[in-house]
């Protein structure tokens, strides 16, 4: 019978990628982690030990958290209710990670994952003033991989030398020595998609969307023309390009939501009427 305080698999996977989601805490042993370095998408590790010490930090916000371990018993029963004990509404994945990979579900292959900064952050850099795929893989990033990363849009110009001297990650940028960027046909975030480890259906119908928006390729779906004119007119309203990736993640929340959830719907004016 599950616990009362737990969360199934399905529940949690409806939630991934959404901005309520809560937050995931992988609390899995250095051992069991190394034998499986995998993680739940938008996981961030911390010690199951060290509860007591990082664990009031999880109240800011207001957002509740999910503890994920191995198998979903002791360890992560044990970090929920002290995190609980901290006033955090805490549950915990059924299962654990072993039942998370088991029912198929995407995880992310943190091989591919940049270092981290002194707060356990990624910290990415790439060229200022946005359009698509730099607004788009920073959305990818915060939804799916790392929720606390940090972005750094600079002249085009000063790119590699602010990645050397700052530790940052360059993506989106045409440089030999740039792994996360175009690859052929393929878009940044194509490469992000597929390198992360999260080739849902619907992540995969919405990199289609980025990548005709993104290369001027409309005919790959009829919905990248929207994505364009919505991206362009957002360069627009903002001067700031950290006040455009905010209003960005709105935008490509509302996408990635319509390419899971609303494909088949339509709209129709004036409304059919209902049968009674």
Known sequence: MASTNSLSIQKLSRLIGRPDCPVLIDVCTDEDFAANPKLVPGAVRRAWADVATWGPGFATGG?????????????????????????????????????????GMPTVNTASLPPR???GRTVWVTRSRPKIDRIACPWLIRRFVDPQAVFLYVAPS??????????????????PDVHWS??????TFDVMVEEFGLKTEALSRLA??????????????????????ASLGLSRMY????EQLEAGLALYDAFYRWCRDAVGEGHDWPPTARKQ
Do not use: N, Y
């Open 63 to 103: 957002k509740s958290a999910v503890v994920v371990c191995q198998k979903g018993l002791k360890l992560s029963q044990g970090v929920a209710a002290w995190l609980r004990h901290a006033g955090i509404r805490a549950d915990v994945l059924e299962g654990g990670i072993a039942a998370w990979q088991a029912a």
């Open 117 to 119: 900064d002194a707060r």
């Open 158 to 175: 000063e790119v590699m030398d602010v990645a050397a001297r700052f530790g940052a990650t360059v993506f989106d940028v045409d440089h």
């Open 182 to 187: 175009h690859r052929g046909e393929r878009c």
């Open 208 to 229: 289609t969307i980025v990548r005709g928006a993104d290369t001027g390729r409309p005919e790959l779906a009829p919905e990248s023309a929207g994505l364009l004119a």
């Open 239 to 242: 001067d700031d390009d950290l």
